[in-house]
Each structure stands twice: as C-alpha cells, then as structure tokens.
C-alpha cells in the first residue's frame, strides 16, 4: 500500500484443512516475448553480501514501524526486513513456516508451534505469550490496527506451553488462514512494547526477531537496519551487513540517483523512470501485483454523480487505452472489476466467466453522451482529488478530465499534497469538496472476498457511503464460506452489484515494479515483498 495505499489487507483461505505450512473484454498486457523487461518474483540470490543496501522508498518515510501499521509501502518495506508473523509469505504467495508452524485442527481451531530456536534480537525467546499478547494487541480496537477487521472471529488464543498455544474461532472464516503469513499475526515482544512509551517510533524502537534489527531512524532523513547477528535461523539470514532506508519522493532525482547507481534498488518507482531505468545499467523487473488503480466515488448521495446516469457516462467517456500505454506502458494491463485478474487465487472459471460479463474498461463517448443528456443538467463540475507528485496520478487526472469534456461534463481537478491525500482514505471531513479520487490499493493474497468487506455500508473504506443489503450480505456469508466454488460465487454476486453501481471505475492493474543497481541480484520483485524479508538475499551478482 502506497502513499495512498493505506488500505485494508485482504488475504486468501489456502490450506484450511492441512497444515499450514508447506484476458478477455478488458485488454491484456504484453507476454513476456514482447517485452523486454523480464516478468518474474525473485530475482536469483546474491553470491555475496553488500557492505550497504541503499533502498529508496518512493511514497516517502514511514509513519511507523510497528507490525501492527504494516498498512502502507513505506511501512510494510522496511517492517518485513524486521518482525515475523506466525507463517511467511513466499514470493508467490503460497504460506510456509514463519515463527512457527500452524495446523488447522478444524474449522476454528489452530494449533501453533513456535520454531524451538525462535529468539528476538536481545537474545530472549519468542514465547507463546508473545503470540497470544501480539495477536491480542493487534485486534484490539484501542490499538488502530487496520489488521483488527481480519482478526475479528478470533475468540481467543489459550497458551498451551512456553511454545506451543491454540487459536480459536467463533465461527469459520475464510480469510483467517493466509493472514497469519501477513502483520496480522506478526509477533512482538510484549515486555518491551508495554515497557516502551513510542513503541513503533523513532525515539521507541521496537523488538522483533527477524533478520534485520533497527539500527537508526533519523527522521526525515533515512532509516539504517542492521543484519542480526544472531538471527535464529541461518536459512534466512541475511547476506548484506546493512540496509538503509532514503525518502526521496521526486521522480526525477530518484530516478537519476537509481540510474548513477547511487541507490541500490527501489520498489514501485515512477512509471516515468520506466524507459531510463530500463536502458541503465541496472535491471528493471516486473512481478505479480494484486494491486489496483481507478477513480472511486465520493459520497454518492449527492454532489454531480449522484445520478448514476453521470457515474456510468463518465466511466464510458475513459480512455482506458490511452491511459493503460501512454501513462503506464507495459507496466499495467487494462481492468474491469474493483479487484485485479492476478486475485483469483483458486475457481479461476468462476471469476473469468463474471469478469467477461461485466461491461467496464472500453470507452464509448457516443453513449457517453446519451446517458448524460438524459440525466439532470449539473449544476457545479465534478471534483476530481489527487496526488500531485505522482506523476501517473496527475496524467491520469489531466486525462479524466479530457474525457469527461469530450461528451460535455465539466471535471474540475484538485491536486494535492501527500498528506491531504492520506487523509482521503480515512477522514470524512478531508473528502469534503470533493466527488471522485484516484483510488490505489492492493490485496495481500489473491483472495477477493476479504477485500470487500471494506466497502460494505459500515466499511471502514466506503467513501462513497453505498448502502446495499444484497451486497452486505452477500459479502459477509463469503467470509464463512470454505467450500472455493461457493465462495467464488458469492464474492463474484457482491462484484457484479457494486459494479452495476458503478461505485469504483477500475482502469489498471500494475505490475510490481523493481530496479536492482548493476551487478546485484536477490530481491522478492513480487509484492510479496511487503511481508517477507526480502532484502535477505540481496548481494551480488555472479
């Protein structure tokens, strides 16, 4: 999640019953003969350690490194290098031993075992009351964690043994099970966080055990980790001695600085340093993104898209094309539904057969133009917020607003800073003004049903306040739903309503995005990236 991607995690029910451990109608993106630019999830591991990593965080300096607002890109990069959950994520998103190993007993009941040499970076082990104290922490509603929601069936965890503790459900849910491989069910030690006022902060610090430890936080400057030492498995130790963290948000300079090899790697740059990078020294790789890119609607009761006849005039009016190759290149496919192709990660049918009957991702200004004549004359432009520095947001914008005076909608834009954009997301009184904004965010396993239940009529992300009873119903069964067919069919019901609705106009999916300096390898390049330590590996290149 990026400097708008402050979204909610959505997660996949893989391995429910087994132990936890082991394009059509929208436009396609190239194959990998077409381009040139290699399509993979990690990159081959170092051969040697680097002295020092420089990795560059596009959407700025975190705002935190507690486990518990692993929520953004910034945060989740440098948070995965540190803290484990329970199970870890691998670069295609299956699930394998983290801290521990986890078997499904039944529906509700997960037994956990912590990896006997598991130990926090002071030595100390990682005990089940630091399981049952972190998973606790995160779901409680004081503590702000976006991963409470994804917790909420959990009705207790009973330690069974300094190792060993059991997780119980109230009822089956679906999308418990992959995110123990995510923050959710990240582990921290508990007599530090209770014994350090500004736990996740620059002056508090934090206390994990992964394979990286804080080094410094120099705010507004760079965030140094340090390799462990000691780190409690060898398998994943890191190769490099040092991985530092820089800030810089201008295109430009971050892409040049990438390019003199000033900087060693970067995730998600700007699309605009696409061609540079590429004809550079170092190497540009693509891997699989859940990610999703579109306009989203802002209070839909009133304002100039109120009239659906609007919303679905100016979704026709898009240049979905125009966009998709001359902002993103070959960086992104066209797309049709709130959440990407790569998301359907189990009843493939299923989601193919609704993704070709949804009508989105093609444009026609001639019944653009019919549906808007019909509808009521606006009386003031439609608003249309974004983040200024990004410069695919801005081009996308500019774009918008094209389109919309091609079938003689007036779009007014509203460009702004990092922070007034954050706020979008979660501040009712930072919407104000404003109709329609260019929605980022991403799944953390391909699992569409959990990331719907952030849209429902109470959703913590449902800016446009779209009430449906269908819809929040359908929803909330396809949470309790284990059989895949089933849960397929419903979440694929729920899609159709919210876009017959026209709540959210999809236009992209993206790639993960990763440019590695000449001469070094080992990065994760999928957005698998966010809960793994994927800096481990990274050295260089034989």
Same mark, same amino acid.
């Not at 069974?160 to 849910?173: E, F, K, N, Q, Y």
């Given at each position: ?35 040139? #630019? ?66 499904? &007993? ?6 956990? *075992? ?21 998973? !606790? ?12 929601? &994804? ?37 921290? $030690? ?25 080094? /410094? ?66 190497? *540009?790789? +693509? ?20 009239? #659906? ?8 009016? #898009?240049?979905?094309?125009? #966009?998709?190759?001359?902002?993103? @290149? ?7 539904? +709130? ?12 989601? /193919? ?41 801005? @081009? ?9 005076? !091609?079938?003689?909608? !007036? &779009? !007014? ?26 929605? %980022? ?11 719907? $239940? ?39 019901? %729920? ?33 698998? +990236? ?11 290149? /034989?």
């Amino acid at each position: 999640m990026s400097h708008r991607r402050l979204l909610p995690a959505s997660v996949s029910a893989v391995a429910l019953a087994v132990v936890l451990a082991g394009c059509s109608g929208g436009g396609t993106s190239p194959s990998a003969e077409e381009s040139e #630019i290699p399509r993979l999830d990690a990159t081959d591991a170092g051969t040697a350690g680097l002295p020092e990593i420089v990795w560059n965080l596009p959407y700025g300096e975190p705002t935190s490194i507690d486990p518990a607002f692993s929520s953004s890109e910034s945060n989740s990069a440098v948070i995965a290098n540190m803290c484990e959950s329970l199970l870890l994520q691998n670069p295609d998103f299956t699930a394998s031993p983290g801290l521990a190993e986890v078997t499904a &007993v039944d529906d509700i009941t997960y037994e956990v *075992v912590i990896d006997e040499r598991a130990a926090f970076w002071d030595g100390s082990p990682v005990t089940a009351e630091d399981v049952k104290f972190s998973i !606790e922490r995160t779901k409680n509603p004081d503590t702000g964690s976006t991963w409470a929601a &994804v917790l909420a069936n959990v009705s207790g965890v009973e330690v069974t043994g300094d190792r060993t503790a059991t997780i119980r459900l109230s009822v089956p849910d679906a999308l418990f099970a992959a995110h123990l491989a995510t923050p959710a069910a990240a582990v921290v $030690q508990r007599a530090f966080v209770e014994s350090t006022p500004g736990h996740g902060t620059a002056d508090g610090g934090l206390m994990c055990s992964g394979p990286f430890e804080l080094g /410094e936080w120099a705010l507004g400057e760079d965030i140094t980790l340090t390799k462990s030492d000691d780190y409690w498995n060898p398998e994943r130790a890191a190769l490099s001695d040092s991985l530092r963290f820089t800030f810089n948000t201008d295109a430009a300079s971050a892409t040049t600085a990438m390019q003199r090899g000033e900087i060693t790697g970067s995730y998600n740059f700007a699309v605009s340093g696409l061609d540079t990078l590429a004809d550079s020294d170092g190497s *540009v790789t +693509f891997g699989t993104s859940l990610g999703l890119y579109g306009l989203m609607t802002v209070n839909v009761d009133n304002g100039p898209l109120a009239d #659906i006849r609007v919303r679905e005039a100016l979704q026709l009016a #898009i240049d979905y094309a125009g #966009i998709r190759d001359g902002v993103f @290149q070959d960086a992104a496919e066209i797309n049709k539904t +709130f959440t990407p192709r790569a998301a359907w990660g189990y009843s493939e049918p299923i989601f /193919e057969s609704a993704w070709d009957a949804i009508a989105a991702g093609t444009t026609d200004l001639d019944a653009a133009r019919d549906l808007l004549a019909e509808a009521p004359a606006q009386e003031r432009p439609v608003v249309l917020s974004y983040y200024a520095d990004l410069p695919e947001d801005a @081009q996308v914008a500019s774009s918008v607003q094209a389109a919309a005076a !091609e079938i003689g909608l !007036e &779009v !007014e834009l509203n460009p702004q800073t990092a922070s007034e954009n954050i706020a979008m997301y979660f501040d009712a009184a930072a919407r104000e003004g404003t109709d329609l904004m260019v929605w %980022a965010g991403y799944l953390d396993v391909p699992e569409p049903a959990a990331y719907y $239940q952030y849209y429902t009529s109470d959703g913590v992300f449902n800016v446009a306040g779209f009430s449906d009873a269908e819809f929040d119903s359908v929803v909330s069964e396809s949470r309790t739903t284990l059989d895949d067919d089933a849960r397929a069919e419903l979440i694929t019901t %729920a899609q159709a309503i919210y876009a017959d609705n026209r709540i959210n106009f999809p236009i992209v999916s993206q790639n993960t995005r990763t440019f590695l300096a000449e001469g070094v390898t080992g990065a994760v390049t999928s957005q698998a +990236f966010l809960y793994s330590p994927w800096a481990v590996n990274i050295g260089t290149a /034989e």
